[in-house]
């Protein structure tokens, strides 16, 4: 047997951080079981469903890594074959035909509330003779669903879970518009599909009762089902924007690393001892579904962010630069251009030791690309002095007979604070805050020789004029 896992999302809003770790989490289970991983776009509901919300799905898993093994099924395209398999039912005996009005609906849901029952239906035309139909009433077609006994979900992260066969009712698979309902949609869907495990958040599995039975009407063998618990934020609370960025792509623009959100994710309800950093080749090697959890997991973005900082400084530094000129392009206050790229990109080691995020480096790297003159945060701006400045035109000599790589540069700023029998603090402050306009960045030598001497000594005559 080939495993074969879906993510199934609704084009009906953005690609959630729960929808992100569901799509995660089937992606593995395939790939270390030599399988293939599918995609269904469930877009049945045509008037919330949009190409831009169908769109940000299908980006929102490419960033992160998670590429489908063949092009995604639309849940629309298919409605012919859900109700091909509704009469199918109808014709077997396991499906009828009920004529219910809306005014009988709503009245008989009004008359289970005030009697204190859950609100389901009586299953009036279960047994009628449809010679008795009303005219003009097109019929919903329905489930005749077992009322005796249990339906059991043997399911693979809950365990077994059993619902009494006499609380379930006959659900509607194909309303009287023609157009299937979700639950049957879903279970045609998957079974064509050749699906052998559907992994989904453990809101769906009050849903599996009603589809077993679709599945053993049908006398189709049924999937594994593995239900994983939902993502709460640190209050427990079930997870919001309140909390944060709850779209994937959110992420992305905050400035986190697609490897660290899937790393993260990964460890959000699954545990392989006190393993924390995972690469994805090592996350296929050992991810299975007996790791994961029943409780809710909480998300902690500082621990993501921590993360974030470790992928971060072992990513490359040329796709680091390249992401963050990228993000200070859309800047209208910097000179982006070759120079300013071979700046980020010469100084990029240094800068990315300090930072937890692409959008930090960014902000860090700014300086790089501003032009003349520089603003200057006010602790910086203390830091020039006349004294100050009267010493960057002295040292601006010093460092221009200087072969202007790191080495020569410290070498130089130390030769010049015994000179003058100053702390080397006492020359690298001011000039850092004339390179810079900060009091902070990576170390002043690595920073010079970035900038290159033409650019340094034009810094420092910007402030010592």
């Not at 050749?194 to 599945?215: E, K, M, P, S």
């Not at 623009?253 to 309800?269: D, K, T």
Request: one cysteine or more; aromatic letters at 6%; a negative charge.
């Amino acid at each position: 047997m080939t495993v074969r896992t879906r993510f199934a999302p609704s084009p009906t809003g953005l690609l959630h951080i729960g929808g992100a770790r569901t799509a995660l989490f089937n992606e593995l289970f395939a790939r270390h079981h030599a399988g293939e991983f599918l995609l269904r776009i469930e877009d049945t509901d045509r008037e919330r469903s949009t190409e831009a919300a169908t769109q940000v799905i299908l980006d929102g898993l490419d960033w992160l890594g998670l590429r489908p093994d063949a092009a995604p099924v639309f849940q629309s395209t298919r409605q012919a074959r859900h109700a091909e398999v509704a009469l199918q039912m109808l014709a077997a005996g396991q499906a009828y035909k009920c004529y219910c009005t809306p005014a009988e609906l709503q009245a008989m849901r009004e008359r289970a509330l005030a009697e204190g029952r859950p609100p389901r239906y009586d299953g009036r035309w279960r047994d009628r003779d449809p010679a008795e139909a009303p005219p003009g009433v097109a019929p919903a077609i329905r489930l005749r669903a077992p009322r005796d006994g249990e339906t059991v979900v043997h399911d693979l992260v809950q365990g077994e879970v059993r619902v009494a066969n006499s609380e379930l009712d006959d659900m509607i698979i194909l309303r009287s518009d023609g157009t299937p309902t979700y639950l049957h949609a879903v279970v045609v869907d998957d079974h064509d599909m050749a699906i052998t495990h559907v992994i989904r958040g453990d809101d769906h599995l009050t849903n599996t009762f009603r589809q077993l039975q679709i599945y053993r009407a049908m006398g189709w063998e049924p999937p594994a089902f593995a239900h994983i618990p939902l993502i709460h934020g640190a209050d427990g609370a079930k997870l919001s924007k309140r909390h944060g960025a709850v779209s994937v792509l959110e992420f992305r623009e905050q400035g986190f690393l697609p490897e660290a959100l899937c790393n993260y994710l990964l460890r959000l309800g699954w545990a392989h001892g006190d393993a924390e950093i995972i690469a994805r080749e090592d996350a296929i090697r050992l991810f299975d579904l007996d790791g994961v959890g029943r409780a809710a997991a909480r998300m902690d973005y500082a621990k993501l962010t921590h993360l974030n900082g470790v992928w971060l400084r072992a990513a490359s530094d040329d796709r680091l630069a390249a992401d963050v000129y990228e993000r200070l392009a859309r800047r209208t206050d910097l000179a982006l251009g070759t120079d300013a790229m071979h700046r980020i990109r010469a100084l990029m080691p240094a800068l990315k030791e300090r930072a937890k995020t692409l959008a930090e480096l960014a902000d860090s790297a700014a300086f790089l690309a501003h032009p003349l003159p520089l603003p200057m945060e006010p602790k910086a701006a203390a830091l020039l002095t006349p004294e100050a400045r009267l010493m960057l035109r002295d040292l601006a000599g010093a460092l221009a007979a200087t072969d202007f790589s790191a080495a020569g540069i410290d070498a130089a700023l130390r030769a010049f604070a015994e000179a003058h029998g100053k702390k080397l603090g006492q020359v690298a402050q001011p000039l850092r805050a004339a390179l810079t306009g900060s009091t902070t960045s990576p170390p002043i030598d690595a920073t010079a020789a970035a900038l290159g001497r033409e650019e340094v000594l034009a810094r420092i005559a910007a402030v010592a004029a």
